[in-house]
């Protein structure tokens, strides 16, 4: 697709804060990197953690600094699963948020986290470790955790990726102020928020209602209308063209005994099995740029009561969805499969 002026010109201020130099890989953040928080629904997709497994090689390379990791999947599973990646690949310090309340959605699908959660040495004691000590339904719920993050960085320089529904984000702008902040969560988020790259919606069948929508469409109404910064989405079909493929899974970690994402993908589904990207796209474009995608014009997104989305192009409005033909789409699976197979920088046999 051939970029139009308007989305030179409305994109240009994100190209260039999100795209990353090839640099040597390091565990040290460098200055004015992308301030990344994630929002995700781990547990209910496997691509959840194929996407944070993005972010440790990203941050292992000094391209990120990640925040914080807040989940809107409710149970103990998604904390406990989401402390075992921060500890395995070397980033125990990274705090967790979650949900109260949240959308109901323990059982459509099988509970990788759980399973990997589960799995046990010949000796009994759990195959992975963990560095949260306590109970994870104790952790901060996610909009607290928000309103503290955004609170101690630098105005406009934080990137949110939400790839699981919108409750914490609505609930986000709905916080008052408080000892943490004068401003409340709208205030907050239009000063500290650069960026809300979403994985969400659908824009070429306008009868496909996308799950990430559909589990919480008050609160995606409420996002795709009232969140005062940029958003990005990449939508249902952008991911769904891009398959990760499971031979790469059966094949590719003989370095790793155990791997948590290589045993998450195995419960997901019967192997072998190939899976669409949907959230590893929202991540690549969050951290290295438009050059992969093509990018709509300006506008506006509405979200239906039945949770269809719907595109209106405005030069005055702040919206923006991704696409990609058959070329770019075989480019991102095997820059995915490139960076999903590297070893971690603190990976430790």
């Known amino acids: 697709m051939r970029k139009s002026k308007l989305y030179l010109i ?4 994100l190209a260039l804060s999100s795209c990353t130099s090839k640099k040597q890989q390091t565990a040290e953040i460098t200055p004015n990197v992308p301030k990344i928080i994630l929002e995700t629904d781990i547990g209910n997709d496997v691509d959840d953690a194929l996407a944070l497994d993005m972010l440790y090689k990203y941050l292992d390379a000094g391209d990120i600094d ?17 402390d075992i990646m921060n500890t395995w690949y070397g980033y125990p310090q990274i ?14 699908a099988t509970n990788y986290a759980k399973a990997v959660c589960l799995i046990q040495k010949d000796n009994g004691e759990p195959a992975f470790k963990r560095s949260l000590k306590g109970d994870y339904n104790q952790l901060p719920e996610a909009p607290a955790l928000y309103r503290k993050l955004l609170a101690q960085q630098p105005d406009n320089s934080v990137t949110i990726i939400s790839v699981g529904f919108s409750t914490n984000l609505a609930r986000l702008l709905d916080t008052p102020a408080d000892d943490v902040s004068p401003l409340t969560g709208k205030e907050l988020v ?17 009868n496909l209602f996308e799950y990430n929508v559909v589990k919480d469409i008050p609160a995606a109404k409420k996002i795709f209308s009232e969140w005062p910064t940029t958003l990005v989405t990449s939508p249902f079909e952008v991911g769904i063209a891009i398959n990760y493929p499971g031979s790469s899974i059966e094949n590719d970690f003989g370095w790793a005994p155990m791997h948590p994402v290589v045993e998450a993908y195995k419960s997901y589904q019967q192997m072998p099995y190939d899976r669409p990207t949907w959230d590893l796209t ?22 239906t009561d039945q949770g269809a989305t719907e595109f209106t192009p405005d030069a005055a409005g702040n919206r923006y969805y991704l696409t990609v033909d058959s ?6 699976k095997q820059h995915f499969v490139q960076l999903l197979t590297k070893q971690p920088a603190h990976f430790n046999k």
């Open 10 to 13: 409305g994109l240009l201020v």
């Open 66 to 82: 990640l925040l914080g990791i807040t989940i809107n999947k409710e149970g103990t599973y998604p904390a406990e699963y989401t």
């Open 95 to 108: 705090p967790i948020g979650i949900i109260h309340n949240g959308a109901d959605c323990e059982n459509d």
């Open 190 to 206: 239009a000063q500290k928020v650069k960026l809300l790259c979403t994985m969400a919606g659908c824009f070429n069948n306008p």
């Open 282 to 303: 929202s991540v690549l474009y969050s951290v290295e740029g438009p050059s992969y995608f093509n990018v709509s014009p300006a506008g506006k997104i509405n979200v």
């Open 327 to 332: 070329i770019q789409a075989e480019n991102i």
